[in-house]
T-cell receptor
Framework: DQQVKQNSPSLSVQEGRISILNCDYT??????FLWYKKYPAEGPTFLIS?????DKNEDGRFTVFLNKSAKHLSLHIVPSQPGDSAVYFC????????????FGKGTHLIIQP | DAGVTQSPTHLIKTRGQQVTLRCSPK?????VSWYQQALGQGPQFIFQ???????QRGNFPDRFSGHQFPNYSSELNVNALLLGDSALYLC????????????FGPGTRLTVL
C-alpha cells in the first residue's frame, strides 16, 4: 500500500522553462511534506518543505504547493537549469521533518539544453 | 564539517550471513534514522535512534536491528540475509538547529548473493 505516490517516473523539460513535479498522498495523518533531490552515488539532499498549516512555501527558484483537500502537492522549479537534472523524491511524515519519512518512488527530471 | 558518513561503501554477502553497517552523524546531530532503498523505489524507513534507544520503527522484521552509541554514531545489523535485502542502505541524521530536516549520507550498497 503506497501512501505517497509520484505517478510520473520521468519528466523532460527545456532549460529556462518551468518544471512541475507532482505528488499524491493517501494518509490524512501526514502533516509535514518534504522534497528531496538525489544525484547518482549520493544520498538525497533536502530541497524544501511545507507544513500542513500552509498551502505554499517558496525558497528561491523552488516553490511547493499543498492542496490538502485533494491530498496533492507539487514542486515548481523556475527557471529550470541543467544542474536540476536529478531524481526528485516527495516525502511525508506525521510529526515533522525529523520523524520517519514515507517516500514516493521518485521522478527523474531531465533538463534539456 | 564532514557531514553524514557511512561505511562501508559497498558490501557483498551470501544468503544467511549477517551484516553490520555503520553511520557517523553530522556534527551537532543526535538522532539517526536508517532507510532501505531498493532499485527503482524510494527509501523505506527502517527505524530511528535517539538517546541510544529505538524511538520509531517502520515495517521491517526483527532481523533488522540497530544500536546507537554515546557519541551518537549508529549501527544497522541485518541477520539471516535474504536475496531481497539487496539494496542501498541510507543513514539520515538530524538534531540541533536542523531539527526539522534530515541530512542523508551517501549510503552503503549491499548485495546479497
Amino acid at each position: 500500500d503506497q501512501q505517497v505516490k509520484q505517478n510520473s517516473p520521468s519528466l523532460s523539460v527545456q532549460e529556462g522553462r518551468i518544471s512541475i513535479l507532482n505528488c499524491d498522498y493517501t494518509n490524512s495523518m501526514f502533516d509535514y511534506f518534504l522534497w528531496y533531490k538525489k544525484y547518482p552515488a549520493e544520498g538525497p539532499t533536502f530541497l524544501i518543505s511545507i507544513s500542513s498549516i500552509k498551502d505554499k512555501n517558496e525558497d528561491g527558484r523552488f516553490t511547493v504547493f499543498l492542496n490538502k483537500s485533494a491530498k496533492h502537492l507539487s514542486l515548481h522549479i523556475v527557471p529550470s537549469q541543467p544542474g536540476d537534472s536529478a531524481v526528485y523524491f516527495c516525502a511525508a511524515s506525521k510529526g515533522g521533518g525529523a520523524d520517519g519519512l514515507t517516500f514516493g518512488k521518485g521522478t527523474h527530471l531531465i533538463i534539456q539544453p | 564539517d564532514a557531514g553524514v558518513t557511512q561505511s562501508p561503501t559497498h558490501l557483498i554477502k551470501t544468503r544467511g550471513q549477517q551484516v553490520t553497517l555503520r553511520c557517523s552523524p553530522k556534527s551537532g546531530h543526535d538522532t539517526v534514522s536508517w532507510y532501505q532503498q531498493a532499485l527503482g523505489q524510494g527509501p523505506q524507513f527502517i527505524f530511528q535512534y535517539y538517546e541510544e534507544e529505538e524511538r520509531q520503527r517502520g515495517n521491517f522484521p526483527d532481523r533488522f536491528s540497530g544500536h546507537q552509541f554515546p557519541n551518537y554514531s549508529s549501527e544497522l545489523n541485518v541477520n539471516a540475509l535474504l536475496l531481497g535485502d539487496s539494496a542501498l542502505y541510507l543513514c539520515a541524521t538530524t538534531g540541533g538547529l536542523s531539527y526539522n530536516e534530515q541530512f542523508f549520507g551517501p549510503g552503503t550498497r549491499l548485495t546479497v548473493l
